[in-house]
């Protein structure tokens, strides 16, 4: 079992920035990839970004993620990081920690085996 907790939502202006961070507890010796989704009110979850944590690190990002949003580990601490900068407020949305076993790909809800609680990011205009 892989336990996921997220933290570091909040609110913030347009343009700002925020620093999502994701502990990882847990047997992870079956992990292979950590990701990023978000579910805004009223909508599906939706893919941010992912990172495998084997022997190549490749991540992929949501197209509108590219270039604003940076998906990072801290293997030490067991810790995965996703770097929010230029916020706009279609980025509103609870932002939920993922981790996944080995896949063809991991861009979609359905490719991850464990999830966090979320936490909420509010941009405001």
């Known amino acids: 079992q892989v336990s996921l907790v997220e933290s570091g939502g909040g609110l913030v202006q347009a343009g700002g920035s925020l620093r999502l961070s994701c502990a990882v507890a847990?047997?992870?010796?079956?992990?292979?990839?950590m990701g990023w989704f978000r579910q805004a009110p009223g909508k599906e979850r939706e893919f941010v970004a992912s990172?495998?944590?084997?022997?190549?690190?490749?991540?992929a990002y949501k197209d509108s993620a590219k270039g604003r949003f940076t998906i990072s580990r801290d293997s030490a601490k067991r810790m995965v990081y996703l770097q929010l900068d230029r916020l706009s407020p279609e980025d509103t949305a609870v932002y939920y920690c993922?981790?996944?076993?080995?896949?063809?790909?991991?861009?979609?809800?359905?490719?991850?085996?464990?999830w966090g609680q979320g936490t909420q990011v509010t941009v405001s205009s």
């Open positions: 993922a981790a996944a076993g080995s896949r063809p790909s991991y861009i979609n809800a359905v490719d991850f085996d464990y």
């Open positions: 847990g047997r992870t010796d079956s992990t292979y990839a």
């Open positions: 990172m495998t944590i084997r022997t190549h690190w490749s991540t």
